[in-house]
């Protein structure tokens, strides 16, 4: 079945540090992807997403490219920041099918000062 | 509020007892979708409903759980004699009667059961 794996957290980073967190998928068709984002307390927030092979999402200053070849969507920001601290989910969903969104685990990430 | 509205935010129930959570879609969706997070775990979908249709459960656990979304009212979670594996956070989300599989999901912030 359609599968989304990320890398497992938590990741503690520093005020203003570059933040890359894995994310593959396996799929039986061609999905598009997303990344969701899930503040302390609150429901999930779609981050950006992607629609195509080598189509680039970005969003208040994280991005994401789709590779197919690799099957993988890996988030990225250059500086993160303390209100970055959340839990990253990656998720697709497939092209032709209703909303049936399938979710990663969920990668918590720390930021400190 | 225009947003997914989600009732109650925190329900406590003794083993044995039932729980409803309830969710309003936002206003023009027509779709509604529930999602449970196991403590330490994602979100894992449990069924896709339109109005006065369920159109997948392969998500729900084939005993104690079932959903309804009525033609007028919010959808409905109910979860029969609750034991202590279900304590989670129960997401509702929806999406516009017409989508066209953006996969964008307007999640609520959640109905979170702790069974004792």
């Known amino acids: 079945g359609d599968s989304v794996t990320q890398m497992e957290g938590p990741v503690t980073l520093s005020e203003e540090a570059f933040l890359t967190i894995n994310c593959t998928y396996t799929a039986t068709g061609y999905p598009s992807l997303f990344w969701y984002v899930q503040y302390p307390g609150e429901g999930l927030q779609l981050l950006l997403k992607a629609t195509k092979a080598d189509d680039k999402g970005s969003n208040k200053g994280f991005e994401a490219t789709y590779r197919k070849e690799t099957t993988s969507f890996h988030l990225e920001k250059g500086s993160v920041q303390v209100s970055d601290s959340a839990v990253y989910f990656c998720a697709l969903i497939l092209t032709g099918g209703y909303q049936k969104v399938t979710f990663g685990t969920g990668t918590k990430l720390q930021v400190i000062p | 509020n225009a ?114």
């Open chain 2, 3 to 116: 947003g997914v509205m989600q009732n109650p935010r925190h329900l406590v129930r003794r083993r044995g007892q039932e729980a409803r959570l309830r969710c309003s879609p936002m206003k023009g969706h027509s779709h509604v979708y529930w999602y449970r997070q196991l403590p330490e775990e994602g979100l894992k979908f449990m069924v896709y409903l339109q109005k006065e249709n369920i159109i997948d459960e392969s998500g729900m656990p084939k005993e104690r759980f079932s959903a309804e979304f009525p033609k007028e009212g919010p959808s409905i979670l109910r979860i029969q004699q609750v034991v202590r594996g279900d304590s989670a956070a129960y997401f509702c989300a929806s999406s516009p009667t017409f989508a066209k599989n953006t996969g964008e999901l307007f999640f609520g912030e959640g109905s979170r059961l702790t069974v004792l």
